[in-house]
């Protein structure tokens, strides 16, 4: 069955420091990869998505993230943390490309001054 | 992107009682979801709404607890039926685009007492 696991359901930072989110799936064939964000009592943002083609994709607010098919894995980083990007991070895969998307736990994101 | 918004916002609601969500989408979409996210949990896909026939259900969700409608391909609704507290979450629609990209609405926070 298709899985997604996000490593850490919390993670703290410091203002400028680097961001790294783990997300790990299973899936029989290659999947398409989002992540998403969502801020307090908000929906949710696409920040960036894997298809096909190039497999580090950039995102919005200066996120990206690498698809690794070897180690099954599409981690999101940002170079810089802003306290802005306090938030609560998914991770989802549409694994038979059909639209049905599994949520990985989510990681809450924590930014400190 | 795809503007996606959802009425109510919010809601509170007695146990036994229905609510009727309603999504609403800028534009015509082929791909309508619906998803539940349970206080602090990640997100769960209830169904695919399917535009002039019946929706097609996930594990663990059926028709009578959870009757969905689309009637065109700018607008479905979602019932939640005879509610329990167990059913507190925020219910979310979604829509995917030509280019394989889900958009998320703002979602329907519903207590039930």
């Known amino acids: 069955a298709q899985s997604v696991t996000q490593l850490g359901s919390h993670v703290s930072v410091s203002e400028g420091a680097l961001v790294l989110l783990r997300c790990n799936y299973s899936?029989?064939?290659?999947?398409?990869l989002f992540w998403y964000v969502q801020y307090p009592n908000q929906g949710l943002q696409l920040l960036l998505k894997?298809?096909?083609?190039?497999?580090l994709v950039k995102g919005i607010n200066g996120f990206e993230a690498e698809f690794k098919k070897s180690e099954t894995s599409f981690h999101l980083t940002k170079p810089s943390a802003h306290m802005s990007d306090a938030a609560e991070y998914f991770c989802a895969v549409d694994c038979n490309q059909g639209g049905k998307l599994i949520f990985g736990q989510g990681t809450e994101l924590s930014v400190k001054p | 992107s795809a503007v996606i918004s959802q009425k109510p916002s919010r809601d509170i609601c007695q146990r036994g009682t229905s609510l009727t969500i309603q999504c609403q989408v800028d534009s015509q979409v082929t791909m309508m979801f619906w998803y539940r996210q349970q206080p602090g949990q990640s997100l769960t896909l209830i169904a695919t709404?399917?535009?002039?026939?019946?929706?097609?259900?996930e594990s663990g969700f059926v028709i009578d607890k959870f009757p969905i409608s689309r009637p065109n391909l700018t607008f479905s609704t979602l019932t939640v039926s005879n509610m329990s507290p167990e059913d507190s979450s925020i219910y979310l629609c979604?829509?995917?685009?030509?280019?394989?990209?889900?958009?998320f609405g703002p979602g329907t926070r519903l207590l039930v007492l």
């Open positions: 709404a399917n535009q002039g026939s019946e929706a097609t259900y």
């Open positions: 899936s029989s064939v290659p999947p398409y």
């Open positions: 979604s829509v995917r685009d030509s280019q394989e990209t889900q958009y």
């Open positions: 894997y298809t096909t083609g190039a497999t």
